[in-house]
């Protein structure tokens, strides 16, 4: 392949933080119009080297051409002047603004109509096909409505380079339609994509050319045709996995112990209509449903986290006793503990070290005088849950932002787990995870059903939750709709449950 062919080139790319390197001599080439995928485990140099590629970091050594001409980037704003645009897994909007504020940032006029801005940003979201309310606040909008906004913004810089951390992380499958149509159109009108997805069948499905990176090195570029699953996964992760854990369904459920969770006729404004299911101790209990199903909502009220309605909201029961959180700490001290699936807004303070994240969770339960910080004890709980839950790090002193998402979402969980809950909500325990750590999480979350802990897994992939569950509980528009014991259920009977 000749240098003219490539529009993006890295060059023996070595990006090294304190000293350590997160990518070594990593030679990549980006083609006209091609669509490549950037797999790897969590920490394997995926995001560092797309962040070089953007502007957001620079090289510590090597070189990196675009256009056959070597550049040496400072700013994401660089990047852009160049034609490389980034959609980051976390979002980079600003919340107080409105979608068409956040659309146009940067490239506004000196005098600007907000009815135009308003009415040109409806335009062009509708001709992508993303349903999305322009004079809505970034703060108003879900998940997965955020990462639509964030692609548009990429698509409306005419970026000749696009590249997307997990697009589809947060999608529905019928917006993943819309977003793989996007991605086509934009390769049939020659823009380059660059794009990192954990869901392998995803990478499979669209790419031209796959390069799988491990331990921040290179180990393969080939064509699509010659990629599988399993050739995929050995070169990621240098081993063999078992796919017990990739969609394959229970043979045996565990028991029902005590009923530990009630919840009946429950209401939350618009979101949460009238439901009713339990959860008992010694079980995973998985909740399955599309995007708007309430699933998130239904926990969140059980968590101390939003409030249900005030007037016939219905009752949450904790082994058979009423109760009503005003806030979180309650439902911790009564051994609640919920995993936040969006981790970087709600899951960790992500400026501080490991260590203190987790103790941040133990004084979230004690609180009060107990709360005082104790460097020596800070440490000791720290160190305990990175070995429990194997979290690498290139020092323990590393901010959690610094981390890779999958160590990020391990640091989630430690901060609940050392709060010794009896019932440990997970709401989209492996998003944005690779398939190494999605092994790790999964064997804990077994782990902690084996211990007589009542699990929850909410959760929009269903070879997860088929993989998981001892019960498995169907949501659709506000409530459950349908219970499966784990081993009976199949996947045309949930996805059935779920739509009709």
């Not at 700013?75 to 107080?96: D, K, N």
């Not at 947060?170 to 997805?197: C, H, Q």
């Amino acid at each position: 392949m000749s240098a003219e062919d490539l529009v993006l080139e890295l060059r023996e790319a070595t990006k090294k933080y304190a000293g350590v390197p997160a990518i070594e001599d990593v030679s990549f080439g980006l083609r006209r119009g091609e669509i490549h995928a950037l797999l790897g485990e969590n920490g394997a140099g995926k995001s560092t080297l797309t962040k070089v590629m953007a502007g957001v970091v620079p090289l510590s050594a090597g070189q990196m051409r675009v256009e056959g001409q070597e550049v040496h980037l400072r700013t994401p704003l660089e990047a852009l002047h160049r034609g490389i645009a980034m959609v980051f897994q976390e979002t980079s909007l600003v919340p107080s603004m409105t979608v068409a504020q956040n659309l146009y940032l940067g490239q506004e006029k000196f005098f600007n109509r907000l009815r135009g801005i308003y009415i040109a940003a409806q335009q062009f979201l509708q001709s992508l096909n993303f349903d999305v309310d322009p004079t809505h606040t970034v703060a108003q909008l879900g998940a997965a409505k955020k990462q639509m906004v964030e692609i548009a913004r990429a698509v409306l810089h005419k970026a000749r380079v696009i590249i997307f951390d997990e697009p589809t992380a947060s999608l529905t499958p019928e917006e993943k339609k819309y977003f793989f149509d996007l991605v086509l159109n934009l390769k049939a009108r020659g823009v380059s994509i660059i794009f990192i997805s954990h869901a392998l069948e995803e990478a499979l499905l669209l790419a031209d050319r796959i390069t799988v990176l491990r331990d921040g090195r290179h180990v393969v570029t080939d064509d699509k045709a010659n990629f599988d699953r399993a050739r995929v996964v050995q070169a990621m992760v240098g081993r063999d996995l078992s796919q017990t854990l990739h969609g394959q369904k229970k043979t045996f459920v565990r028991p029902a112990g005590e009923c530990l969770l009630s919840v009946r006729n429950l209401r939350m404004a618009s979101m949460v209509k009238n439901n009713s299911l339990s959860v008992f101790a010694g079980q995973v209990t998985g909740v399955f449903g599309l995007v708007g199903a309430g699933r998130t909502e239904t926990f969140k009220v059980v968590a101390g986290l939003i409030k249900r309605d005030f007037f016939h909201g219905g009752e949450v029961l904790l082994r058979g006793k009423p109760v009503r959180y005003r806030v979180a700490r309650s439902a911790v001290r009564d051994g609640i503990a919920y995993v936040s699936e969006d981790r970087k807004v709600e899951g960790f303070f992500e400026t501080m070290s490991i260590a203190r994240n987790i103790y941040m969770g133990l004084l979230g339960k004690l609180g009060g005088a107990f709360g005082v910080v104790s460097n020596a004890r800070m440490k000791e709980v720290g160190e305990r849950w990175t070995k429990l839950l194997n979290v690498r790090a290139i020092s323990k002193d590393v901010k959690v932002i610094e981390l890779s998402g999958g160590n990020q979402q391990k640091v989630v969980i430690a901060k609940s787990l050392v709060q010794e809950p009896d019932v440990i909500i997970f709401d989209e325990p492996t998003r944005g995870v690779d398939v190494g750590a999605i092994t790790e999480i999964h064997a804990e979350i077994n782990r902690l059903a084996d211990a007589g802990k009542a699990v929850v897994v909410i959760s929009s992939y269903l070879p997860e939750v088929m993989a998981l569950s001892d019960r498995i509980l169907v949501a659709k528009q506000g409530k459950v709709v349908v219970e499966f014991a784990g081993n009976e259920a199949t996947q045309e009977g949930i996805m059935y449950a779920a739509i009709h």
